[in-house]
């Protein structure tokens, strides 16, 4: 199943904890885990790697990275991921950017956030850097007044604040397809930095929809 270094053992090591999760009777402590994991192994090194360890098992010595689960969940994804590929999924996020929705850009996020391990605030500031400009604006001036602590209320929040902020477009875009054009008619939009009072309107009622949003989602 597993016999080189890279991002397979990740993947491998999540197929193997939702098997146990769906069957728990199966596997009701951490030493049947293990062991089950440790068989699986049958290529090459890697499985030499699980015979050395299952004949450590055997013999009663469950120290070192066989004490416990998270211990040797730990070990056995340092032995068999590859740094290089880990690097490459750090190069990938780092260089992500929002080109569509923020819907679409939270998914390309979420599925090279699984090869990575980084805290919160890491993701928070990768996921911010990658957002369309306006979106980040929008989301710094909320978060002004409304703190975010979390990866996935960031995330939710500028979902929000990218479907607002596309209404008004559309809205807008709407209201100025059904104006008869006229050489007589007043500029629609800026002029000398001046923002018509439908174009306020358009922005109000975003901020309106995002602030409804949010505290149907908080339960404020």
Not at 31 to 46: C, D, P, R
Not at 50 to 65: A, E, F, K, N, V
Request: glycine share 6%; charged share 20%; with cysteine.
């Amino acid at each position: 199943m597993m016999g080189r270094k890279g991002q397979l053992p990740k993947s491998f090591m999540l197929d193997c904890k939702t098997y146990f999760a769906a069957n728990p009777s199966s596997f009701p402590a951490d030493e049947s885990q293990i062991i089950f994991i440790l068989s699986t192994l049958k290529e090459g090194i890697a499985k030499q790697w699980g015979q050395y360890y299952l004949s450590q098992i055997h013999q009663g010595h469950m120290d070192g990275i066989l004490a416990d689960w998270d211990i040797f969940e730990a070990g056995f994804l340092s032995n068999w991921t590859d740094p290089a590929a880990l690097l490459t999924a750090e190069q990938k996020l780092g260089q992500l950017q929002q080109h569509g929705s923020a819907n679409d850009y939270a998914t390309e996020f979420c599925i090279l956030q699984t090869d990575l391990e980084w805290d919160d605030s890491m993701y928070m500031a990768a996921f911010c850097k990658g957002l369309k400009s306006e979106v980040r604006a929008k989301l710094i001036e909320h978060s002004l007044g409304c703190p975010i602590c979390t990866l996935d209320d960031l995330i939710t929040t500028a979902c929000l604040i990218d479907d607002a902020l596309f209404m008004a477009r559309k809205e807008h875009q709407q209201h100025t397809a059904n104006t008869p054009s006229s050489s007589n008619q007043p500029a629609q939009g800026k002029s000398a930095g001046f923002v018509t009072r439908d174009i306020q309107d358009k922005q109000r009622k975003a901020v309106e929809y995002l602030e409804n949003a949010l505290e149907l989602k908080t339960g404020r």
